[in-house]
């Protein structure tokens, strides 16, 4: 799972929203403010609240300083607590004196942003102040630091810390500027000694860019930071096993005896829990939990206990075995084409048995008096002999006494609020049920009457499951007054009536009155321009419409006019990123001077720099310019990327060599150059030597920790594009690789509904490449698994299942162009990704596929 989502389904029960939104966005209610928040900007000076920040700038005060674009900056570290005084404190200091500074302005944004999963290079900030020069750097750190002497805080992990105090220094951009980083990516810049622009790091470990000369009086202060170190501990720490904004989780040696160990780290102030609690306290809660169960034989054992550095840290046994997530990939039946039925009974033994291994466990938990509450696959070590598990992770656990609810939990196991004590565990184990056949249950965040429909799915996958197995756990997942809602309006094959049921959903979700996304999506979409784009913004949207037959979006094309005029600053260029794809629907749309407007505004920018690929890079941007005319830089993109091949290291459609080749092809199709196939046949080449064939004997793209089939990622997007090239030449291999990648479209079970990464993805797959019907069917019914009602119309999750998506690369805007590619009377596809042409003779009409 991908903790970054988790702060972002704070804001919205439907969807993903940003954390500084903190009530629904159609309420318009407003977030509390610190006290000194709210006091009008002081008489010459601005004020600007942007995102989670609040600006105050002296624009209008004579003689102020001039300030630079970049240098060395002041952070300020601070607790919920004291964090009011210490605004006062900078803001009493700095008006004065003409020095722009802005700070986080409420309690509930500052709690996020120093929250367990919260960004750990940006974690800690309270305040930023912008010296002038770095005699004032100095002086401020000085004044201000004796000013604000033992005020406690988060420690800012991106920064050189002065003194013992809450003053954090990193020098970087004080203005937003951009470049293209190693990766092709457009990241926040600043200028080196030549004036050229790179990126400015903000990892969470202190960088000085080579550039940049240390100021003499912090030369003290970084000797302090690095004279800390693990050597004198008992302990060798040999790798990382898990990182959070509260601190790490390492694997070690007791140098002592030679026995493995596992070392836990809490931060002081940092890493807190819905309760307030930060990572110290909640270690606190771990060792005490842990004393209290000591004895029973399914939780790991305290060894020892002490402080680092500020940073405390819990030493326990290590546990052999394997988390019960880990199972899945190997194990899980439904991953198949056609599952084994002894193979799926088999499975079905082993389930049970842990289900019973688990309960006995937290049984025993509660004989002691303590509730888990944090409960979930990835907190369940399975034994190495898959009799037994140990539960891991006590941080969340209490005293039954002490329990007033859950202070953070894993999505897909959270107990509703009226949930407490050990019914809070109950609630856990009544998913787990659940999740070890149809790994699904973060749907339930969303929608716990989904809960009937999982059970449903599970026992008919799986027959040989007790009789009424799963009904209890139903029961206990959706309480009282739950089946009000759930139910679908229409299922996703019976269309038109489930293209008109989305189209509506679609349009039910619009925010027009907001500039940063018009409709929902994935929390891609809150980076710069995202809202904007094909793959997260509202430029998918509305080319999933228009390709399904949906009525135009007027509403929706204005706000895309509109905020386009002049696109924002830092807007990245690419197809599926930025302004190439944005420029590509517009002109579909019928707005083409917008569209040529867009394309001229990137060809200003060093669009030459961007990376080869598809999603944000020269593959897209090429396919667009040759697109809309300008044929001699859509040549020179060509150039270029016959000049960059081998460049990354990822394969597939979005991200790797395929999109380049498909770029060759679709520009050979304009030109009739035969040796832009022949590039193409070396791009697709390379990406299938990054594939691997599975036991299955199915071709997937080797990703060194896990295998992928997706359209985005994976290798169904390669066959995608390897149908197109077949379509114009001949090649058994390819032929070969294309039929041993086609059952990667055909599991029973994916993890997501999504286009890019989920089962959408295989529908449209199916549907374009000719399979026989049946297949595609199949598919397209098994997409229902994942539907959810929304205003009472059909709409499906993003990316994590935790929230609603909308659009294309993630949700119900992906599922709409899915379903239209299998099901509507017209073509339907995704950009340069029309249904596959037919072949020529020797090509894939010869092969099982097609006939």
Wanted: glycine residues 10%; hydrophobic residues 40%; charged residues 25%.
């Amino acid at each position: 799972m991908d903790k970054r989502y988790e702060v972002f389904c704070l804001a919205d029960r439907n969807f993903y929203e940003t954390p500084d939104r903190l009530s629904s966005s159609r309420t318009g209610a407003r977030v509390p403010l610190f006290e000194i928040a709210e006091r009008p900007a002081p008489e010459g000076w601005t004020s600007q609240l942007a995102g989670d920040w609040l600006h105050f700038s002296p624009e209008g005060i004579p003689g102020r300083r001039v300030r630079p674009q970049q240098g060395w900056k002041i952070h300020v570290s601070a607790c919920l607590d004291n964090a009011e005084k210490v605004a006062e404190h900078v803001w009493d200091y700095c008006v004065p004196r003409a020095i722009p500074f802005k700070f986080v302005p409420g309690r509930r944004p500052l709690h996020l942003r120093n929250s367990k999963y919260a960004g750990r290079g940006s974690s800690g900030k309270f305040v930023t102040v912008y010296p002038a020069d770095e005699a004032e750097f100095h002086l401020i750190l000085t004044e201000l630091g004796d000013l604000l002497a033992g005020e406690p805080g988060p420690y800012v992990l991106s920064d050189l810390r002065w003194g013992e105090g809450p003053l954090y220094v990193r020098y970087g951009g004080f203005t937003k500027r951009h470049c293209v980083d190693e990766n092709g990516t457009l990241v926040t810049a600043i200028e080196n000694a030549d004036g050229v622009l790179v990126p400015d790091r903000r990892d969470p470990v202190f960088h000085l860019p080579d550039w940049v000369p240390l100021p003499e009086f912090l030369a003290p202060h970084l000797a302090a930071r690095n004279a800390t170190g693990t050597g004198d501990l008992p302990y060798r720490i040999e790798r990382a096993l898990h990182f959070s904004n509260g601190g790490g989780v390492y694997a070690g040696t007791d140098t002592r005896t030679g026995e493995k160990v596992v070392l836990k780290e809490a931060r002081p102030y940092a890493g807190l829990a819905a309760d307030g609690a930060d990572a110290v306290a909640r270690l606190e809660r771990e060792r005490a939990a842990l004393e209290q169960v000591a004895g029973t034989g399914v939780a790991p054992g305290v060894r020892d206990w002490f402080t680092l550095g500020e940073h405390r840290f819990l030493v326990m046994d290590f546990l052999e075995g394997r988390s019960l997530n880990s199972f899945f990939a190997h194990r899980h039946p439904l991953i198949g084409v056609e599952p084994d039925p002894e193979a799926v009974a088999e499975y079905t033994r082993w389930a049970l048995r842990i289900l019973k291994a688990t309960e006995d466990a937290v049984a025993a938990v509660h004989e002691r008096g303590v509730v888990f509450n944090d409960l979930h696959l990835f907190n369940i070590m399975v034994d190495p002999d898959e009799q037994g598990v140990h539960l891991l992770d006590f941080e969340a656990a209490l005293p039954v006494d002490d329990h007033i609810g859950q202070s953070m939990a894993h999505p897909g196991f959270i107990a509703p609020l009226d949930r407490k004590g050990f019914d809070v565990d109950r609630y856990a184990l009544a998913c787990l049920r659940i999740a070890l056949f149809v790994p699904m249950t973060s749907l339930l965040v969303i929608d716990r009457a989904k809960a009937a429909h999982l059970a449903e799915i599970a026992t008919s996958q799986f027959p040989s499951l007790p009789a009424g197995y799963l009904d209890e756990a139903v029961r206990v997942i959706e309480g009282e007054g739950v089946r009000d809602g759930g139910c679908l309006p229409v299922e996703p094959g019976d269309w038109p009536a489930s293209r008109d049921s989305m189209v509506r959903a679609i349009l039910a979700s619009a925010t027009p009155d907001r500039d940063d996304r018009l409709f929902p999506g994935d929390i891609a979409q809150f980076t710069e321009g995202g809202g904007l784009g094909l793959a997260h913004g509202a430029a998918g949207v509305l080319h999933a419409l228009a390709e399904t037959g949906a009525e135009r979006c007027p509403e929706g094309e204005q706000w895309l006019l509109a905020h386009t005029d002049p696109p924002p600053n830092g807007t990245p260029l690419g197809l599926y990123d930025g302004l190439a794809g944005v420029a590509y629907v517009l002109d579909r749309l019928g707005h083409t001077d917008r569209a040529h407007a867009l394309i001229d505004t990137v060809l200003t920018e060093n669009w030459q720099r961007l990376a080869p690929e598809l999603h944000g890079g020269i593959a897209g941007l090429g396919l667009v310019l040759d697109r809309l005319g300008y044929k001699e830089q859509a040549l020179e993109a060509a150039q270029l990327l016959a000049t960059r091949t081998g460049e990354g290291r990822r394969a597939g459609l979005l991200h790797g060599a395929t999109g380049p080749a498909l770029f060759f092809i679709r520009l050979y199709e304009s030109t009739g150059d035969p040796a832009l196939l022949d590039r193409a046949a070396e791009e697709l080449r390379r990406d299938l030597g990054r594939c691997l064939t599975n036991p299955a004997g199915t071709l997937v793209v080797n990703d060194t920790t896990r295998t992928l089939p997706y359209l985005g990622g994976g290798s169904v997007g390669i066959a995608a594009v390897l149908d197109d090239y077949l379509a114009h030449r001949p090649d058994e291999a390819f032929r070969e690789a294309r039929d041993k990648i086609l059952p990667a479209a055909r599991s029973r079970y994916y993890a997501q509904s999504g286009l890019f990464n989920g089962r959408a993805g295989m529908v449209l797959h199916l549907a374009r490449t000719g399979a026989p019907r049946a297949w595609t069917d199949e598919q397209v019914r098994h997409l229902g698994w994942y539907a959810l009602p929304y205003e009472g119309q059909l709409a499906f999750p993003g990316d994590q299942m935790m929230r609603l998506s909308m659009d294309l690369a993630t949700g119900t805007a992906g599922c709409l162009l899915a379903l239209g590619a299998a099901l509507a009377d017209r073509p339907v596809g995704l950009p340069f990704l029309a249904p596959a042409p037919a072949a020529p003779p020797g090509g894939p009409t010869d092969g099982p596929i097609r006939g």
